[in-house]
């Protein structure tokens, strides 16, 4: 994780405590280090565990006691899943770099759009659209679990790519989010396109576009992370073994080898790899989207 | 990106505007009928592709749902006749089969709200206080914190089956080397189960409300805190007096947040107890999806999301009232 982002210069932070003279600082900087990183142990040690799991034998990953580093380091676990009939894990894996790009994909164009609008244009009906888009924000998603399975259905994409793709595209949180952020834009290169002569398709395109690169990236990485790690709506609506995501499937990974724990820790190392690269990369626009959203509510 | 999207949703003369029109953005009837029209018209342009998918996945549904549950609605036979309320009142009569599974699954999504939401509310807190301030690997650290949450429930509750396996996981070997009892059943038996359940889902999402804490807490201006120190104010004092007002906002966000999720919990229950022993973790929202699109009773699991719906309604309500601005 080297892509720490620089501590930020404009918000203010908390004072540093400080009297008690410089054994006192000392040793609360001991005390704090101590405790940060336990917890980092205690934050890593599991992912790690997974890690060194999937390279081990059947017997020495079943072993007691455990041992954190493979005795006879193999990569058994992945061939046997890898390309198995009952669980393929590489089409599962490919499933769901499909649905969750383009699920991101969508959710960035739709809600790009939508958002242009309610930020910067008075229109008939805004206080009513937006007030029903954010009042959704608070609607507990269970109440359309049964209902979109039968929208699904009728539509003919129940054990479909796109049953996982589309309908969960259509949450108010990307809207919701780059409305905010395009409200935070300054108004001036907008007011010096219109004396050019500009419409607003050309100001969405070139100058709220290019303003919000950071915000639409964010989204993008939430919008990919959310969908690649749903769970409940792609487990009841893909049915054929090579229709799953990655998530459904370990669950039918686990049900195929209930201890074989070697393959289920090198199907939950696949189903984790792409999104902690994503991380390592991107950490500070996750996080920063993560704590952004928090504000606004 | 894919413009073509864009320009065809905003493409023709809909778009023009003049600067009048841009220049008072906020004021409307700033122009004249006709410039009105063509706002009107561009507006819903740019709208329309979400507006598509927020009609047809999410409003649709939620009015779909309800005149489900008004019938007796079995997806795998042809007739589904309506019964008004019925599906309903079965949730309210302790004779029916399904007010006792209802009522037991809302049971452990009580338990679980219960048990998690303080501690996802404190602890998250504590780590945002003790990275609130300037050292070296700061943001290391909050790298490091926030990671299990970028996992998914499944990779989450995968793993944890296998750390909290009663007889070769990793817990109980180390339980046991330290001499504490190594033989606890984490996912077949309770209390146990609660304390795994909960424990894994502090730390899959402690990073999270940790991070919102601290960009919360960054936004506190710290002449607040000079001023409580000028006036005297212990460390306790300006946590009280400065720290929790103003992290009020974010509190509640927190909370509501929180709620929610935990009230939804499914993933761990499915993956790690299968709701053992017997149905005592299978979650509310569990049995709701296993009525509706396993046994296909979906008139009866329509209902009970209903239910569901209304009672997280009802507590985020209650959460807003509890964190509203105090100004008497």
């Given at each position: 994780m080297s892509t720490a982002a620089p501590p930020r210069p404009t918000r203010t932070q908390a004072p540093e405590p400080s009297g008690g003279g410089s054994r006192g600082v000392r040793a609360s900087i001991v005390l704090r280090y101590g405790v940060l990183a336990v917890l980092?142990?205690?934050?890593?040690?599991?992912?790690?565990?997974?890690?060194?799991?999937?390279?081990?034998?059947?017997?020495?990953a079943a072993g007691i006691p455990p041992t954190w580093i493979p005795g006879d380091p193999t990569t058994q676990a992945y061939d046997s899943i890898l390309n198995s009939d009952g669980t393929p894990v590489l089409q599962w894996f490919?499933?769901?770099?499909?649905?969750?790009?383009?699920?991101?994909?969508l959710v960035v164009v739709t809600a790009a759009l939508a958002a242009y609008p309610l930020a910067r244009m008075e229109f008939r009906g805004k206080k009513i659209v937006f007030g029903l888009i954010i009042a959704t924000l608070f609607v507990p998603p269970v109440i359309l679990i049964i209902p979109n399975y039968l929208i699904v259905g009728e539509l003919q994409w129940l054990d479909s790519l796109a049953a996982v793709i589309v309908p969960t595209a259509a949450g108010a949180f990307g809207v919701f989010f780059?409305?905010?952020?395009?409200?935070?834009?300054?108004?001036?290169?907008?007011e010096a396109a219109v004396l050019d002569g500009a419409n607003r398709r050309q100001i969405f395109l070139r100058v709220i576009l290019p303003l919000s690169k950071p915000a639409l990236v964010t989204l993008a990485l939430l919008a990919f992370l959310t969908n690649w790690?749903?769970?409940?709506?792609?487990v009841y609506v893909l049915f054929s073994p090579e229709q799953q995501t990655l998530p459904a499937g370990l669950s039918?990974?686990?049900?195929?080898?209930?201890?074989?724990?070697?393959?289920?820790?090198?199907?939950?190392?696949?189903?984790?790899l792409p999104v902690l690269l994503l991380y390592v990369f991107a950490q500070r626009f996750i996080i920063e989207g993560v704590s952004r959203s928090g504000l606004k509510g | 990106m894919s413009t073509s999207a864009a320009e065809r949703g905003a493409a023709g003369d809909a778009t023009r505007i003049d600067e009048a029109a841009l220049g008072q953005p906020s004021l409307p009837g700033s122009g004249r009928a006709a410039r009105g029209r063509a706002d009107n018209r561009a507006a819903y342009l740019f709208l329309a592709p979400y507006l598509v998918l927020f009609l047809a996945f999410v409003i649709a549904p939620a009015v779909y749902g309800f005149w489900i549950s008004l019938h007796d609605y079995d997806y795998t036979l042809p007739g589904k006749p309506f019964v008004g309320v019925d599906n309903y009142l079965k949730l309210i009569d302790p004779?029916?089969?399904?007010?006792?599974?209802?009522?037991?699954?809302?049971?452990?999504?009580?338990?679980?709200?219960?048990?998690?939401?303080?501690?996802?509310?404190?602890?998250?807190?504590?780590?945002?206080?003790?990275?609130?301030s300037r050292f070296r690997g700061r943001n290391f650290f909050r790298a490091?914190?926030?990671?299990?949450?970028v996992l998914g429930v499944a990779v989450v509750a995968v793993l944890w089956r296998f750390l909290l396996d009663a007889n070769i996981g990793l817990v109980n070997q180390y339980l046991g080397a330290v001499g504490l009892p190594d033989g606890v059943a984490w996912l077949t038996d309770t209390p146990a189960a609660w304390a795994a359940l909960v424990g894994v889902t502090v730390w899959w999402t402690l990073g999270f409300n940790a991070v919102i804490y601290l960009a919360g807490l960054q936004d506190i201006p710290a002449e607040l805190y000079e001023a409580a120190k000028v006036d005297g104010a212990n460390k306790w004092q300006s946590f009280r007096n400065v720290t929790l007002p103003g992290l009020r906002p974010v509190l509640a966000f927190v909370t509501m947040v929180t709620i929610i999720a935990s009230a939804n919990m499914f993933g761990q229950s499915y993956l790690m107890t299968r709701g053992a022993p017997g149905t005592e973790t299978r979650t509310a929202i569990y049995f709701i999806a296993?009525?509706?699109?396993?046994s296909f009773q979906m008139g009866d699991a329509a209902a009970m999301s209903y239910v569901l719906t209304v009672v997280l309604i009802l507590l985020s309500v209650v959460v807003f009232w509890l964190f509203r601005e105090r100004n008497a």
């Open positions: 980092g142990v205690l934050f890593i040690s599991p992912l790690v565990f997974m890690l060194v799991t999937s390279f081990k034998t059947r017997v020495e490919v499933n769901s770099m499909l649905a969750a790009s383009a699920h991101a994909a780059l409305r905010q952020f395009f409200l935070s834009l300054p108004t001036e290169l907008e790690n749903d769970f409940l709506w792609p039918t990974l686990q049900s195929a080898n209930n201890v074989r724990y070697d393959l289920l820790m090198a199907g939950a190392v696949i189903a984790s | 004779d029916s089969v399904t007010f006792d599974n209802f009522w037991s699954g809302m049971r452990a999504t009580g338990i679980f709200v219960l048990l998690s939401v303080p501690l996802l509310l404190v602890v998250p807190l504590v780590v945002a206080l003790v990275m609130n490091l914190y926030f990671a299990p949450y296993d009525t509706g699109l396993r």
